[in-house]
């Protein structure tokens, strides 16, 4: 038989199940389909009301609670279909005897076992979430850490390889409309027109050493060392240390076949320091170098002939007997051994290269089961 409906203007009082923690109070009160309950704490007293199926079937049901200590006026309240849960801030942090203001338990309010916890099982479970949460901030803190060295890193990265892009781009665009204007002429004056956005270009590019060492690339250190120091000797002292070498042909074909090997390396590297890849690019930047690279090596070497006879008129870089050192130091026959340097370091970068445009380009074997 179902139990008849309170009469209008009364209401009757719901099972209340509590439980607490240091912090807070955990109220779930026995009611179903409740729709809009009206919940407020006022003066440390709680008040609830509201409609829904109890104990006493679909009626009108409230109660209210003078809490012992003070709370937070605010309860959060969540409603489901078959209860309501009340949860209420302490003001201050700690373990109360019992919930009500008044000694005597209100016959309406029971303990919600799925929730209790003693005393001391409670600060366990404080310690153990005050521990997790110092973790978390730890590993926030770690993160956040992280992340703003792997934007710099980027952002530095990112920067370079655009600069290097665009002087190298400016070198060939350059030296592309002085040939077409200037004709012949052109490749006489070479260094003189580009010489010194050449010269920061290289200065900047011993960066690429550092780099790997400071373990902002993962790359090999030793082609890079081979590439730049290569670099540094034939543009500041095979050619810029001798006046006469600065009009040779050969100084074009050296700053026009780096220029262009460069243009598709550094965009490549750009775009790689932001996680983006255009495949023609990859394509490009992995196999221009089989023809330019050793080009450019040959390049190199007739430069470093050409400046053989100019070194030793001059005796430039050459120490000879006596000095206080009683040493004696060639430079022509350095520039003869750098010439047998130069090709091997051609045949360790060859190798290096060959390996990376395998790896990137191959297509990969799929295992079949």
Request: charged share 20%; glycine share 4%.
């Amino acid at each position: 038989m179902q139990a008849p409906s309170q009469p209008r203007g009364q209401s009757l009082t719901p099972h209340v199940y509590w439980a607490q923690r240091h912090g807070e109070l955990f109220l779930r009160v026995d009611l179903s389909d409740v729709q809009k309950p009206d919940i407020t704490i006022t003066e440390n007293t709680l008040f609830f009301r509201a409609h829904g199926h109890g104990a006493k079937g679909d009626n009108a049901y409230e109660f209210r609670l003078a809490f012992l200590e003070a709370v937070n006026s605010e309860p959060l309240f969540k409603t489901t279909e078959r209860q309501v849960n009340i949860t209420v801030k302490k003001i201050e942090s700690k373990w109360w005897d019992r919930l009500t203001k008044q000694e005597k338990k209100p016959i309406f309010l029971v303990p919600d076992f799925d929730r209790w916890l003693d005393e001391s099982d409670a600060e366990t479970e404080l310690r153990e979430k005050e521990e997790l949460e110092e973790i978390n901030k730890i590993s926030l803190e770690s993160r956040v850490r992280k992340n703003s060295y792997v934007t710099m890193r980027t952002g530095y990265l990112f920067m370079y390889n655009l600069v290097q892009f665009l002087g190298f781009s400016w070198i060939f665009v350059n030296m592309t409309v002085r040939l077409f204007v200037f004709g012949q002429d052109s490749l006489f004056d070479t260094f003189h027109a580009v010489g010194d956005v050449m010269n920061f270009c290289q200065i900047l590019a011993i960066v690429e050493v550092i780099n790997p060492l400071l373990g902002l690339v993962k790359t090999s250190l030793v082609p890079a060392i081979i590439q730049v120091l290569g670099r540094i000797i034939i543009l500041f002292v095979v050619i810029g240390s001798q006046a006469e070498m600065q009009n040779k042909t050969a100084v074009f074909a050296v700053f026009y076949l780096w220029s262009i090997i460069e243009m598709f390396r550094y965009p490549y590297y750009m775009l790689s320091c932001i996680g983006t890849e255009w495949k023609i690019l990859t394509w490009i930047r992995y196999t221009i170098w089989i023809p330019l690279y050793p080009l450019g090596v040959i390049a190199e070497a007739v430069c470093v002939v050409q400046s053989i006879p100019h070194f030793e008129e001059s005796g430039r870089f050459t120490v000879q007997l006596p000095n206080p050192l009683n040493i004696s130091f060639s430079f022509t026959y350095f520039l003869q051994v750098y010439l047998i340097i130069i090709f091997l370091g051609l045949y360790v970068n060859f190798r290096h290269l060959y390996k990376q445009r395998n790896k990137r380009l191959r297509p990969r074997k799929h295992k079949i089961y």
